[in-house]
């Protein structure tokens, strides 16, 4: 008798570890899945074609972005391992934009960085509105803020991330074009996607904290894309 129930106790164990054995294998092949769809996904886009299941990518690349990081920093710009970044931003453009062009002029607003001001700006700091631009012509701000005065787009030149985020908070209803740096950007594009915003993201060309530079076609092309 003693003998049948460490007979059928070893059985449950043998039984219990087979389960386990299982769902371990189960687990590796998911996770490899994954792994390989990320970088299908990355090579799509950085090639220019279209991703299959946009918004899952998306999903896999922000679980799974500290190992892909890791994995594709050599392959990064700038010795900066930006890769991931990158894509996800333009992912997430490519996720957006249908319903981006959803929304009327007056309910898009534009945040710019102080960065891509000109060193001599005139502009005052306020509160609650940002770098005020006086439109001086110093650099092609004034351009994009009296385009955006003239269509009713709200444009904001950011003095840091908190401004930004309160800013983001405050027109959850509003689509969004967003100029930044990577690292700027792709906080921002996790942060629109869990509030909700409509948000469409534009890498500056050059960084640092003063006298960067913006594609400002590119800007203007998605903040008035329809
Ligand atoms: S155009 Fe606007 S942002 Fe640019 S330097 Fe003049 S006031 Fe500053």
Same mark, same amino acid.
């Given at each position: 008798?003693?003998?049948?129930?460490?007979?059928?106790?070893?059985?449950?164990?043998?039984?219990?570890?087979?389960?386990?054995?299982?769902?371990?294998?189960?687990?590796?092949?998911?996770?490899?899945?994954?792994?390989?769809?990320?970088?299908?996904?990355?090579?799509?886009? #950085?090639?220019?074609? #279209?991703?299959?299941?946009?918004?899952?990518?998306?999903?896999?690349?922000?679980?799974?972005?500290?190992?892909?990081?890791?994995?594709?920093?050599?392959?990064?710009?700038?010795?900066?391992?930006?890769?991931?970044?990158?894509?996800?931003?333009?992912?997430?453009?490519?996720?957006?934009?249908?319903?981006?062009?959803?929304?009327p002029l007056t309910e898009r607003i534009l945040i710019l960085?102080?960065?891509? #001001?000109?060193?001599?700006?005139?502009a005052?700091?306020d509160?609650?509105e940002g770098i005020k631009c006086v439109k001086c012509g110093?650099c092609e701000i004034a351009m994009l803020k009296n385009l955006c005065d003239s269509l009713g787009i709200r444009l904001f030149i950011?003095?840091?991330?908190?401004?930004?985020?309160?800013?983001?908070?405050?027109?959850?209803?509003k689509?969004?074009v967003?100029?930044?740096?990577?690292?700027?950007?792709?906080?921002?594009?996790?942060?629109?996607?869990?509030?909700?915003?409509?948000?469409?993201?534009?890498?500056?060309?050059?960084?640092?904290?003063?006298?960067?530079?913006?594609?400002y076609?590119?800007v203007l092309?998605?903040l008035l894309?329809?």
């Amino acid at each position: 008798m003693l003998n049948a129930a460490k007979g059928s106790g070893g059985e449950a164990l043998l039984l219990l570890f087979e389960i386990l054995g299982l769902v371990f294998v189960l687990l590796a092949v998911l996770l490899a899945f994954l792994f390989a769809f990320a970088l299908l996904s990355v090579l799509l886009v #950085r090639s220019g074609r #279209r991703v299959p299941f946009p918004k899952f990518s998306l999903f896999v690349l922000s679980v799974l972005h500290e190992p892909l990081r890791w994995l594709l920093t050599p392959f990064g710009s700038g010795g900066g391992g930006d890769l991931l970044e990158r894509v996800a931003i333009s992912l997430g453009n490519d996720v957006n934009f249908r319903d981006f062009v959803n929304f009327p002029l007056t309910e898009r607003i534009l945040i710019l960085p102080q960065c891509l #001001r000109s060193v001599e700006c005139p502009a005052k700091l306020d509160a609650f509105e940002g770098i005020k631009c006086v439109k001086c012509g110093r650099c092609e701000i004034a351009m994009l803020k009296n385009l955006c005065d003239s269509l009713g787009i709200r444009l904001f030149i950011s003095p840091g991330g908190t401004f930004t985020k309160r800013i983001l908070m405050q027109n959850r209803d509003k689509a969004v074009v967003g100029v930044a740096c990577i690292p700027n950007l792709y906080e921002g594009l996790l942060l629109t996607r869990l509030i909700g915003i409509t948000a469409q993201g534009i890498p500056l060309l050059t960084t640092g904290c003063v006298g960067t530079s913006v594609d400002y076609e590119e800007v203007l092309r998605r903040l008035l894309a329809r």
